[in-house]
């Protein structure tokens, strides 16, 4: 059996997972076919155990074709199962595939005909029931078709309300099974569609509030989707991970005002990557880091290796900065003098009460004297860089 590489740090063990899809990407791209062949599943899993990770996550069909025959899916069953046993890998997610197939043009869950919806709730109770076969207990919902160029062709409150009683479907279906599932909307605000509904992650955590089980229900941010929105993906992961909705993470890399590039992790903007290992770091996330990105087109299968072990020194490479980063003495220093807390304005602020508002409606504060001073975050940040440069 080959050995999993791990990190433990605090006794736990970072969760480095890929899709089916992500080394098994063929580098086809809107102007040009695949430049590498395609590959079994249990093929790519074996890449993906080979590169030290520690799951697999699929949609229906990277697994099983959409047309296989009983016999072929049992037998590529068999296959997937024996590659993940000899390299020790789980399945902590599965989703749909809701994008690939022309029925789906239009949308799965939000398009204007009742036959393609009720397809569409048909074929992710089939996929739930596949991940479920695998011990999966999240499951994802990307709605990439899910959306529209015109808004002539449809009322985007009934995408909406369409989308909800989707999802308020599928909870009752995984709750009657006992499979336990966590459902986790990932947001994207265009791309295949000329607008994605529930286009970034916050549009998710309000759609989540409206649902029947919102306990049931996260989000799984994706580096790229809210880059492209223009959005700090870091304060999108804090407001999740803060509303105890963070159920899993989409890591890769994305450059400003570009098409979902789905970088190797860290490959574009690598402060943004430091400051997101920071995050999940200091807050104990301990779900799956997924590595939802692809190898360059240029790539053999030997580069799309040195692609995923890349994505995966990358997150050890700064959890180690991380660490430098909150021990360093001038960076706690600086820390320091910027977080000034008070005892008695904390009592007096923390809960309302009349006599409260009164005492601090009769406060003197010198405004310019509490701006007097400079905080210093010109060296924090260069400190910071300094860290990650390796010179700290
Ligand atoms: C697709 C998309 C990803 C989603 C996957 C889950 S499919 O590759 O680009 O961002 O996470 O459906
Ligand atoms: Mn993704
Ligand atoms: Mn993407």
């Known amino acids: 059996m080959a050995k999993r590489v791990s990190t433990k740090v605090g006794g736990k063990t970072d969760k480095f997972t890929f899709g089916l899809w992500t080394l098994g990407n063929i580098g086809r791209d809107p102007f040009g076919g695949p430049v590498r062949a395609a590959l079994s599943p249990a093929h790519i899993a074996r890449m993906i155990g080979e590169a030290g990770a520690y799951g697999v996550n699929f949609h229906d069909n990277d697994l099983l074709p959409i047309d296989a025959s009983p016999k072929k899916k049992r037998a590529i069953i068999a296959e997937f199962k024996k590659a993940l046993s000899d390299y020790n890998l789980v399945v902590p997610m599965a989703t749909t595939n809701l994008f690939s197939e022309a029925v789906f043009r239009d949308g799965a869950f939000t398009s204007s005909d009742a036959r393609v919806r009720a397809y569409a709730l048909q074929k992710t109770m089939q996929a739930m029931d596949l991940g479920a076969q695998f011990g999966a207990k999240i499951y994802v ?26 999802i308020n479907f599928l909870c009752q279906y995984s709750i009657e099974n006992n499979y336990g599932y966590r459902f986790a909307l990932e947001a994207k605000p265009n791309e295949p569609r000329g607008h994605i509904y529930l286009a970034t992650t916050g549009n998710c955590l309000g759609f989540i509030e409206t649902l029947d089980y919102p306990e049931m229900v996260g989000v799984n941010p994706e580096v790229a989707h809210e880059s ?23 890591l890769n890399d994305q450059e400003s005002g570009r098409y979902d590039q789905d970088y190797r992790f860290g490959a574009a903007n690598i402060k943004q990557a430091f400051f997101l290992v920071k995050l999940l770091t200091d807050h104990g996330y301990d779900g799956p880091l997924h590595f939802d990105a692809h190898a360059y087109r240029s790539e053999d299968y030997q580069g799309v290796m040195d692609f995923a072990r890349g994505c995966i020194a990358t997150y050890r490479i700064l959890k180690e900065k991380v660490a430098r980063w909150n021990r360093d003495g001038e960076i ?19 809960e ?15 405004r310019h004297a509490l701006a007097a001073k400079g905080l210093q975050y010109e060296r924090l940040d260069q400190l910071t860089l300094e860290i990650l440069l390796g010179k700290r």
Do not use: Y
């Open 352 to 366: 309302f009460s009349p006599a409260s508002a009164k005492t601090l409606k009769a406060m003197k504060f010198d």
């Open 228 to 250: 492209m929105a223009g959005l700090n993906f870091v304060h999108h992961v804090a407001q999740a991970l803060e509303a105890g909705k963070l159920f899993h993470i989409d």
């Open 141 to 166: 919902f990307w709605g990439g078709r899910e959306g529209a160029e015109t808004d002539a062709a449809k009322d985007p409150i009934d995408g909406i309300r369409h989308f909800r009683e989707a």
């Open 332 to 350: 706690r220093d600086i820390l320091a003098a910027s977080h000034i807390e008070d005892e008695n304005l904390a009592k007096l602020c923390g």
